[in-house]
C-alpha cells in the first residue's frame, strides 16, 4: 500500500520548471531518499507534499487521498526542517506538545505522548530546556519527536544531518534509521549527501534538472547506474569514454578506448553513438590479484603512480595510463607496504565490474 | 617594532575617545541633577555648596508646570499606544506581504524620522489651521502619533524579520492554521520588538519640543515646552528639577520593563535567534 504517490508532478515558477513530471511512490513504513545537487528540485517536491507548494500540474496522493488545494495543516504530514525550526520561546516539552495542542489531543494525551516521544529520542529529563540550551544534535532529536508525535502518515526530512559536523552525523544516522523503524514510519528524506541516502533509504529516488532519473535500492543503483549523471552522483568513479567492438560471447564484447587500450565490457542493452563505461575504483585490484579466476576475462591496464594517498582503512591510488587516462585505485589498508605502489604497476578489473552508460554527447 | 607603537596608539585612542563620549554624554546630566538639589534660591555656581528639595517643591507647587506635566504624560500615553497599535500592524504588512509599492510604502512610513520635526510641526500647524482644528489635545495628539510611529514600525519589523519564516511553516505542518500560527509562534517572538517601540514611542512622545511647540495653545503645553517657556522668562532651577522628573519616567518606565521582559531583550535588538 502506497502511502504517498505522485503522479506526473510538474511545479514552474513562472517560466522556471523546478520540477518535471515526477513519479514515484512511499509504501508504508518505508524509508525513500530523494537524493540529487542542490536544486534538483528536491526540496520543491517534499514541499509539495508538505502543501507549501501547489502542483502546476499532477496530482500527490496522500493515503489515496487527492491533496489537490489542501493546506499544510490539514494533512498529516511531518516535517523535520533543515535548520530543525524549533520554537524558541517554547519548552523542549512545549515545542513536542505542540501539535497535539493544535490537533486536539487532551491534556493527559498530550503528556503521555510527549513523554513516550522524549524517551524513544532519549531525552527525558530535558523537558524545561530551552532549544537554546540544548546542542545541534539534541535539537534535532526534539525537531524529530516534535514531527512524530502527532503520528502523521509520512514523515518528511529535510538535510536532516546537515547541520552537524561529520563525526556527529554518522552517529545520528544510525540512531535516526533505529527511531524512525522503531515507529515504522514512512519517510521521505531529501538529501544531496548520497551516503546518507544510501545508508538510510530503503529505495532512492535520483534526481537530476527537476526530473526523476533513476529509483530503486541503494545497491542496484550504485551497480547499475542507467546514465553518466547517476553514476557520477553516487560514488566515485573512473571514466573511459570509447567505441563498442565485436562481441567474444554471450553477454561480453571488446571496448576500443584508445590505441593498446581495449577492455572487455558486459553487451549494454541499449543504443547510443558513443558509450561510455565506469569503473568503480574500489574494484580494481593492484597487481594480478584477479588474474587467478580465468585469465581470458580479466581486463589488465598499467599506469605509472602519480600519487599514493594512505587515508585510513583506505589507500587511494592516482596513476596514468598510457593512453594518458587517470585513473583512482581504492585498496583496502590491510597492514601492507606503501613500496608497491610505485612507478609502473599493474591493475586488473573483472569485464562485470564495468559499467556501460551512454555518452552524454 | 613601528607598527606595534601604532597598534598600541590605536587601542588607547580607541580608549579615549570613549571616555570622551561617556564623559560628554553623562556629565551634563550629572550637573543638571545635582543643580536641581541646591539649596540656594537663586541660581548659583557649580557645585551647590547644600542640599534640599526646594526646588522640588517649587515645582509641584507650580500649577504651569503641573499641567505641563499631566498634559505630557497623557499625550505621551495615548500617542504610544495608538502608533504602537499602528506601527504593528504596518510592520506586519511590511514584513508578510508583497506586492508593489512596497517599498515606497515602508520609506513613507518612516520618513518622520528624517524630515526634521520642525518642519513637521510648521506642516501641521499649517494644516490644522486649514481645516480649522485650534484645540491643543488633538493637534498635540497628531503630530506626537507622527513622530513616534516610525519607531514603533522599526522596532517591530527588526522583530518580525528576526523570526525565520519556516517557524510559521513548522507551526503549519503540526496542525495550526495561518491565524493561530500568527499568535503562537509570530507575534510572542514579536512582542519584545514590538515593546520596544512603544517604550520609544513614549520616551519620544515625553522628550519632544520642536513639534510641540507649534502645536501648542495657550491652555495645552506639553512639559518640555513649558521649560522652554519659563527658561525664557524666568529662569531658575525649577527647569533643572523638571529635567530630573522627566528623567524619571523614562527610567522608571525602563526598569518596568527590564523587570516584565528583560531590558537586555528589549534594547538588544529584541529578537530571538536560536
Not at chain 1, 505522548?113 to 530551552?130: A, H, N
Not at chain 2, 510611529?149 to 518580525?160: S, W
Request: neutral net charge; contains cysteine.
Amino acid at each position: 500500500m502506497s502511502v504517498v504517490q505522485l503522479k506526473s508532478v510538474t511545479k514552474r515558477f513562472g517560466q522556471f520548471t523546478a520540477v518535471s513530471e515526477a513519479t514515484f511512490s512511499l509504501n508504508k513504513g518505508e524509508i525513500l531518499s530523494l537524493l540529487g545537487p542542490s536544486g534538483c528540485g528536491k526540496t520543491t517536491t517534499l514541499r509539495m507534499i508538505a502543501g507549501f507548494e501547489e502542483p502546476s500540474e499532477g496530482d500527490v496522493l496522500i493515503a489515496d487521498v487527492n491533496m489537490h488545494n489542501k493546506r499544510p495543516y490539514e494533512r498529516n504530514v511531518g516535517l523535520l526542517f533543515q535548520d530543525y525550526a524549533l520554537f524558541p520561546h517554547l519548552s523542549v516539552k512545549q515545542n513536542v506538545a505542540y501539535g497535539l495542542k493544535r490537533r486536539n489531543y487532551d491534556r493527559s494525551q498530550i503528556n503521555n505522548r510527549v513523554g513516550e516521544m522524549l524517551d524513544l529520542v532519549k531525552l527525558d529529563g530535558f523537558e524545561q530546556r530551552r532549544p537554546s540550551q540544548l546542542s545541534g544534535g539534541q535539537q534535532q532529536r526534539v525537531a524529530l519527536a516534535r514531527a512524530l508525535a502527532t503520528n502523521p502518515e509520512v514523515v518528511l526530512l529535510d538535510e536532516p544531518l546537515s547541520a552537524l559536523d561529520a563525526k556527529l552525523r554518522q552517529e545520528l544516522r544510525i540512531e535516526l534509521k533505529q527511531i524512525l523503524s522503531a515507529v515504522g514510519a514512512s519517510t521521505i528524506i531529501v538529501t544531496h549527501d548520497q551516503e546518507e541516502a544510501m545508508s538510510l533509504g530503503d529505495r532512492l529516488v535520483v534526481m537530476s534538472e527537476g526530473r526523476i532519473v533513476q529509483q530503486g535500492p541503494p545497491t542496484e543503483i550504485y551497480k547499475n547506474p542507467r546514465t553518466k549523471f547517476v553514476a557520477e552522483f553516487i560514488g566515485r568513479s573512473n571514466w573511459l569514454r570509447g567505441v563498442l567492438g565485436p562481441a567474444v560471447s554471450n553477454n561480453l564484447c571488446t571496448f576500443e578506448v584508445a590505441e593498446g587500450l581495449a577492455l572487455l565490457v558486459p553487451k549494454p542493452e541499449f543504443d547510443a553513438p558513443t558509450y561510455e563505461v565506469c569503473i568503480r575504483p574500489e574494484r580494481i585490484r593492484a597487481g594480478n590479484a584477479a588474474s587467478t579466476d580465468g585469465a581470458a576475462s580479466v581486463n589488465r591496464i598499467s599506469g605509472t603512480v602519480q600519487n599514493v594517498a594512505h587515508l585510513g582503512a583506505d589507500i587511494h591510488i592516482v596513476m596514468e595510463l598510457a593512453s594518458g587516462h587517470r585513473f583512482t585505485i581504492s585498496e583496502q589498508f590491510i597492514g601492507q607496504s606503501m613500496d608497491q605502489y610505485q612507478g609502473l604497476l599493474e591493475c586488473t578489473f573483472f569485464p562485470s565490474d564495468c559499467i556501460v552508460v551512454a555518452a552524454d554527447s | 617594532m613601528l607598527q606595534r607603537y601604532i597598534d598600541h596608539f590605536g587601542a588607547w585612542a580607541v580608549v579615549g575617545t570613549i571616555l570622551l563620549t561617556v564623559t560628554f554624554l553623562i556629565a551634563p546630566i550629572i550637573v543638571s541633577i545635582l543643580m536641581s538639589f541646591d539649596a540656594r534660591s537663586y541660581l548659583g555656581r557649580f557645585p551647590p555648596t547644600e542640599f534640599s528639595f526646594h526646588w522640588y517643591a517649587r515645582f509641584f507647587s507650580d500649577s504651569y508646570y503641573l499641567t505641563g506635566l499631566k498634559t505630557s504624560l497623557i499625550i505621551a500615553v495615548i500617542a504610544a499606544s495608538v502608533s504602537t497599535c499602528a506601527g504593528v500592524c504596518a510592520a506586519i504588512v511590511l514584513d508578510r506581504y508583497d506586492f508593489p509599492g512596497k517599498q515606497a510604502l515602508e520609506t513613507i512610513f518612516l520618513s518622520p524620522l528624517v524630515i526634521p520635526a520642525v518642519v513637521i510641526g510648521f506642516s501641521l500647524l499649517l494644516f490644522f489651521a486649514l481645516i480649522g482644528v485650534f484645540q491643543g489635545y488633538p493637534r498635540l495628539l497628531a503630530g506626537h502619533i507622527i513622530i513616534t510611529f516610525p519607531y514603533a514600525v522599526r522596532t517591530t519589523l527588526a522583530g518580525l524579520t528576526g523570526i525565520r519564516k519556516n517557524l510559521t511553516e513548522a507551526a503549519m505542518t503540526l496542525g495550526a492554521n495561518e491565524r493561530q500560527a500568527f499568535w503562537d509562534v509570530t507575534f510572542p517572538l514579536a512582542r519584545t520588538g514590538m515593546v520596544a517601540g512603544a517604550v520609544f514611542a513614549f520616551a519620544f512622545s515625553m522628550d519632544d519640543v520642536a513639534v510641540s511647540l507649534f502645536l501648542t495653545s495657550p491652555q495645552t503645553y506639553t512639559l518640555p515646552v513649558a521649560m522652554v517657556s519659563m527658561m525664557r522668562t524666568n529662569f531658575d532651577l525649577t527647569i533643572a528639577a523638571a529635567s530630573v522628573i522627566l528623567m524619571l519616567f523614562t527610567i522608571g518606565l525602563i526598569i518596568i520593563l527590564d523587570v516584565i521582559v528583560g531590558l537586555e531583550r528589549v534594547i538588544g535588538g529584541g529578537v530571538y535567534r536560536s
